[in-house]
């Protein structure tokens, strides 16, 4: 079994930038990857962004790249979101998700945080 707890979410302002956190406790094993999911009100969950746990190596939404970067502490079984560059698109319930690496990033992880708000005004 796998827990996620994330943290970080909060209301900015267009422009500013904010880092969301993810701890996973449980039995993650090193093939596993940390993603980043989102859902804006009225729509369909989206992918993010990934981290491989393996090697670190990270994979991105086009939407997203080049503004957020994932990062992790393999130590604390921690993952995060900085997200910078924030447009009131990015406002979505943000969740951390956990599985095999590939199923993550196909967008079909069985764990799953409990979501933290993001609300970027204009």
Not at 10 to 28: D, E, F, N, P, Y
Request: glycine content about 14%; proline content about 2%.
């Amino acid at each position: 079994q796998v827990r996620l707890v994330e943290s970080g979410g909060g209301t900015v302002q267009a422009g500013t930038s904010l880092r969301l956190s993810c701890t996973a406790s449980g039995r993650i094993f090193s093939q596993y990857g940390l993603g980043w999911f989102r859902q804006a009100p009225g729509k369909g969950r989206e992918f993010v962004g990934a981290l491989r746990l393996s090697d670190n190596g990270t994979y991105y939404a086009d939407s997203v790249k080049g503004r957020f970067t994932i990062s992790g502490d393999n130590t604390k079984k921690t993952v995060y979101l900085q997200m910078n560059t924030l447009k009131p698109d990015d406002t979505a319930v943000y969740y951390c998700a956990a599985d095999s690496y590939g199923v993550v990033v196909r967008g079909r992880p069985q764990y799953w945080g409990q979501g933290t708000q993001v609300t970027v005004s204009s």
